[in-house]
Structure formats: C-alpha cells, structure tokens
Nanobody, 126 residues
Framework: QVQLVESGGGLVQAGGSLSLSCAAS????????MGWFRQAPGKEREFVAS????????RYANNVKGRFTISRDNAKNTLYLQMMSLKPEATALYYC???????????????????WGQGTQVTVSS
C-alpha cells in the first residue's frame, strides 16, 4: 500500500501562485503513476495533471495547461504541483493519487488510481 499526504494549500489572491506537495510512504514511489485531482463544492472530482513513473510523460487538463506544472522526485518520494496565475475557479480540495501502471503511462481517469490522499484546500480570492 501507499500512504499519501498532501500539503501546501492555502488562501491566495487571483493571479497568485501556490505550490502543493504530496509525500508518499509505503511501497516504492517510482512504481506508481501519480496524479492531481480537485473537487470544488457541489462539483465532481476533476483531473488536473498526471506524471508517469520516471517523469518521461505528463498530461494536463486543458484549463490548467501552461499555468500548472506537475513534477516528482522519486528519491524524496514526493509529488509536486506548481500553480501559477491562479483563478477563483481553481478553488477546490486538491488530492494526489497513485496508480500502479506501466512505466511511461499517464492516467487521467480517477477510477484508474489505487490510492488517494486526504486532500489540501486551495482557495483563490477574487
């Protein structure tokens, strides 16, 4: 199993930046494709970004492409999400997720992830 703990959320003004981290423990971090999802009140959980096991591939939702950057450090068992030019509609609970998939794979569907963190709140004020 993998345990995931997100951190770095908070309150930021529109146009600002925020960096999220997801610390993993348990099984080998590099065995998992990683992703970020978010869920706003009253809305379904949506895909934000995914990164393959050895960072060879990344995938972003269209509404964050060019402003968000996903990365990982397998030596530190940590996943990151750098968010820039934040908009109020980015306000949500952000989750990291881990999925046991072949190397080079990125995953956009939540159902294909095996483990989830508890989430960290990001609030963007207008």
């Amino acid at each position: 199993q993998v345990q995931l703990v997100e951190s770095g959320g908070g309150l930021v003004q529109a146009g600002g930046s925020l960096s999220l981290s997801c610390a993993a423990s348990g099984r080998t971090f590099s065995a998992y494709v990683m992703g970020w999802f978010r869920q706003a009140p009253g809305k379904e959980r949506e895909f934000v970004a995914s990164i393959s096991r050895y960072s060879s591939s990344t995938r972003y939702a269209n509404n964050v492409k060019g402003r968000f950057t996903i990365s990982r450090d397998n030596a530190k068992n940590t996943l990151y999400l750098q968010m820039m030019s934040l908009k109020p509609e980015a306000t949500a609970l952000y989750y990291c997720a881990a999925g046991y998939r072949p190397a080079g794979t990125v995953v956009t569907q939540a159902i294909k992830y095996d483990y989830w963190g508890q989430g960290t709140q990001v609030t963007v004020s207008s």
